[in-house]
């Protein structure tokens, strides 16, 4: 039964990230460095900081070195956390959600006795996964099928030895900057499209022929870059040319993707909800401080009609997101609520549209609640704005996300290509 009541270990997470992040996030988040929505530097000693607390390994089972968090107590962590910084909570869910993922459920216990001890001993080692680029945009193809969606991709050929010999260039890779281990979705098999044909490489960090660089193609009209503006986190352009690894990198079975799993997807969409949700708090949070303090016509802004219907709205907006993430995070955990305690919806594809939009309209009465000041460079809301514009208008959370729930609606599942 979809039960509200947190349980001591779930609130204990809560209000130790709670403080952390009021202690020492935010001090360091509200810099003036730190208020320029192109140049924001992803906050390492905090990342690692942040590591050493155990968030990291947070949804890997205790007996891999982790917390055996389920994905609820995740949202709970991330949305703290991106109260603080948005960008230091999507680094590490790109991370603690890719661990259980890869070493638990994908790997084999050879490889992940081979891969899983770097990853517990080093607190700044982290994961990036290398997408097949076929999922890209694909709220865009409505009611069209896999195979017509296409995008740069790396390529991998068996050698004779057993080897696998990869190229290609990704202009985008989250993480990338900090990932001691690349997840590569690879195409192996060429006469196939979409998901078909597509393995899952590891490739540690430093492996010859693997290369970072700025993002190609990143700047746009006004020479913004845009892999800065429109990405949450860090990242970074990855290069593969003839990068040789062994034929143990590879991950499941060759052709078959274990990480293209729906369940995987499903996880990641609603903790990404919950960091968005998370920054809406922040926005919201400071707006409700500087309203108790700010006087006008002889009396707080807060206690003004105008003020206190913008905060209500907010709250109402921010506390019915809440509530669908759990939800879709509680949905994810029991499988066996989809057959008919649960309406036959994409619950987290619902969270996370949602959510876009809801913290959009948050921000936006944030900023106003400061006037003229909301739109100055040395104050964060500006900032909170900037952020929650890539969320709404990011690949998984704009209006053409909504058909995905439409194709729900209407029975169809999109076919795969052969």
Not at 77 to 83: K, S
Not at 300 to 305: L, N
């Amino acid at each position: 039964m979809y039960d509200l009541n947190l349980s001591a270990e779930q609130i204990e997470f809560r209000d130790t990230v709670k403080d952390f992040v009021q202690n020492e996030v935010k001090p360091a988040a509200l810099l003036p460095s730190r208020l320029e929505p192109f140049e924001k530097p992803l906050m390492t000693e905090l990342l690692e900081y942040v590591s050493r607390m155990g968030l990291r390994t947070l949804s890997l089972s205790e007996a891999a070195g982790g917390a055996g968090a389920d994905t609820l107590t995740a949202c709970i962590v991330l949305e703290e956390l991106a109260a603080g910084d948005v960008d230091l909570a999507m680094a590490l869910a790109l991370t603690q959600g890719l661990a259980r993922g890869l070493y638990e459920e994908a790997m084999t216990p050879e490889q992940a006795s081979r891969f899983l001890p770097s990853f517990l001993d080093d607190h700044a080692y982290h994961l990036a996964l290398v997408p097949h680029a076929s999922g890209a945009g694909r709220g865009w193809h409505y009611h069209r099928a896999s195979q017509d969606e296409g995008g740069a991709e790396a390529t991998a050929v068996r050698q004779s030895n057993g080897d696998w010999l990869v190229n290609g260039t990704i202009a985008f890779v989250p993480n990338a900057p900090i990932a001691g281990l690349f997840v590569v979705q690879a195409r192996t098999d060429e006469k196939k499209t979409g998901r078909n044909g597509v393995s899952t490489l590891v490739i540690p960090r430093g492996t010859p022929g693997l290369t970072l660089a700025d993002p190609a193609g990143s700047t746009d009209a006004a020479g913004a870059r845009l892999s800065t503006r429109w990405y949450h986190g860090s990242g970074a352009e990855v290069r593969f040319e003839n990068c040789r690894v062994p034929a143990d990198s590879l991950v499941g079975k060759e052709g078959q993707s274990p990480l293209a799993a729906d369940v995987h997807e499903m996880r990641s969409t609603i903790q990404i909800a919950a960091i968005n949700l998370g920054l809406g708090r922040g926005a919201y949070d400071a707006a409700v401080d500087y309203a108790k303090i700010r006087v006008q016509g002889g009396r707080p802004i807060i206690e003004h009609q105008a003020i206190g219907t913008i905060l209500a709205d907010s709250a109402i907006r921010l506390e019915l997101a809440r509530n669908a993430i759990w939800k879709a995070a509680w949905a994810a955990d029991h499988a066996e609520a989809s057959t008919g305690s649960l309406p036959d919806l994409p619950l987290h594809t619902l969270a996370r549209v949602y959510t876009a939009e809801a913290v959009h309209e948050v921000t936006l009465g944030a900023a106003e609640c400061f006037g003229a000041m909301g739109v100055m460079r040395d104050m964060p809301l500006q900032k909170y704005v900037h952020d929650a514009h890539v969320f709404l208008y990011g690949a998984d959370h704009d209006s053409a996300t909504k058909l995905e729930i439409a194709e729900s609606l209407a029975g169809f599942k999109r076919p795969v290509a052969a």
